[in-house]
């Protein structure tokens, strides 16, 4: 098993920034990706953004792309989603993910298997125009 609590999260006007961290417990070693999945009301998941283990590779979708980092300390278990430039249309819960894959890691592929692994309580991000 693994264990993820989230923090960082808040309410921010348009344009701002903030930075959610999530620190990693349990069975990590069993996982080789971990990333951000968000769900606005009414609205579907969609998975934000993904790092691999050694932190070389990382994943974006569209949507945030030049806006959102990631990154992780592995000496912590930790990682973080860096959020700038936010957008009302980033306002969601957002659920941090470790997720084992295999095969040839595409976006799509990555992004879309962080909603079927472990995931964590989740932290709200209100972004107000």
């Known amino acids: 098993q693994v264990q993820l609590v989230e923090s960082g999260g808040g309410s921010v006007q348009e344009g701002g920034s903030l930075r959610l961290s999530c620190v990693a417990s349990?069975?990590?070693?069993?996982?080789?990706?971990m990333g951000w999945f968000r769900q606005a009301p009414g609205k579907g998941r969609e998975g934000v953004a993904a790092?691999?283990?050694?932190?070389?590779?990382?994943y974006y979708a569209d949507s945030v792309k030049g806006r959102f980092t990631i990154s992780r300390d592995n000496v912590k278990n930790t990682v973080y989603l860096q959020m700038n430039a936010l957008k009302p249309e980033d306002t969601a819960l957002y659920y941090c993910?470790?997720?084992?894959?295999?095969?040839?890691?595409?976006?799509?592929?990555?992004?879309?298997?962080?909603?079927?692994?472990?995931r964590g309580q989740g932290t709200q991000v209100t972004v107000s125009s």
């Open positions: 790092i691999n283990t050694g932190g070389s590779d990382t």
């Open positions: 993910a470790a997720v084992t894959l295999d095969g040839v890691w595409t976006s799509d592929y990555v992004l879309q298997a962080l909603e079927s692994g472990y």
């Open positions: 349990g069975y990590t070693s069993s996982t080789n990706c």
